[in-house]
């Protein structure tokens, strides 16, 4: 069974830095890109960033650029989110996703997801 | 602000069939990209509904179909049962933006 458990969220104050894990378990994690999605209290979806199954291509929105670092570590199966420089509205469930990913050809389509952390941005 | 436009909310009785519109431009699906929609419950995560414009995941039940036409693609749900009220999401890819993902601004369900 396809499982990512995320965790590190919590509340810290505007200019303090977090780091987000996503724990997976359940299938070859070391063969699918996987991302970061936020959801802002009552708000929709924000794609937040994306890494390629060897890290090798990474993406970001803008609104994040510069001040998040999105990585993994295979070995451990596991997805990380540096967030640096935080601001009040960066605060939002954050969700690992995997991106649907067969043979090596990406869908763009996000078939799992965790159960999200959420992250409080405020003095 | 997402580049993809759905409408706020839609509603329908028990049985009945509601679309959801998701509007994009030349830089998104009218670039032919493919288009993916998702459910989000209350206080859940999002599920993938649809992907790849038109195709289910194994589980998800054929009253939802997807379809793309043009800038625009949509959701239906026939046969609208109380437990499809939710919230549904399309995505797809820019070609404008730099990281490329992109949402649409989501549309509440309300079964009446």
């Known amino acids: 069974e396809v499982q990512l458990v995320e965790s590190g969220g919590g509340l810290v104050k505007p200019g303090g830095s977090l780091r987000l894990s996503c724990a997976a378990s359940?299938?070859?994690?070391?063969?699918?890109?996987m991302n970061w999605v936020r959801q802002a209290p009552g708000k929709g979806l924000e794609w937040v960033s994306s890494?390629?199954?060897?890290?090798?291509?990474?993406y970001y929105a803008d609104s994040v650029k510069g001040r998040f670092t999105i990585s993994r570590d295979n070995a451990k199966n596991s997805l990380y989110l540096q967030m640096n420089s935080l601001r009040a509205e960066d605060t939002a469930v954050y969700y690992c996703?995997?991106?649907?990913?067969?043979?090596?050809?990406?869908?763009?389509?996000?078939?799992?997801w965790g159960q999200g952390t959420l992250v409080t941005v405020s003095s | 602000q997402s580049v993809l436009t759905q409408p706020p909310s839609v509603s329908g009785a028990p049985g009945q069939r509601v679309t959801i519109s998701c509007t994009g431009s030349?830089?998104?699906?009218?670039?032919?990209?493919?288009v993916h929609w998702y459910q989000q419950l209350p206080g859940t995560a999002p599920k993938l509904l649809i992907y790849?414009?038109?195709n289910r995941p194994s589980g998800v039940p054929d009253r939802f179909s997807g379809s793309k036409s043009g800038t625009s693609a949509s959701l239906a749900i026939t046969g609208l049962q109380a437990e499809d009220e939710a919230d549904y999401y399309c995505?797809?890819?820019?070609?404008?933006?730099?990281?490329?993902?992109?949402f649409g601004t989501g549309t509440k369900v309300t079964v009446l």
């Open positions: 030349s830089s998104n699906i009218g670039a032919g990209y493919d």
């Open positions: 995505q797809s890819y820019d070609s404008s933006l730099s990281g490329s993902n992109v």
């Open positions: 790849g414009n038109s």
């Open positions: 359940g299938f070859t994690f070391s063969s699918y890109s």
């Open positions: 996703a995997r991106e649907d990913c067969t043979n090596g050809v990406c869908l763009g389509s996000f078939d799992y």
């Open positions: 890494i390629s199954s060897s890290s090798s291509y990474i």
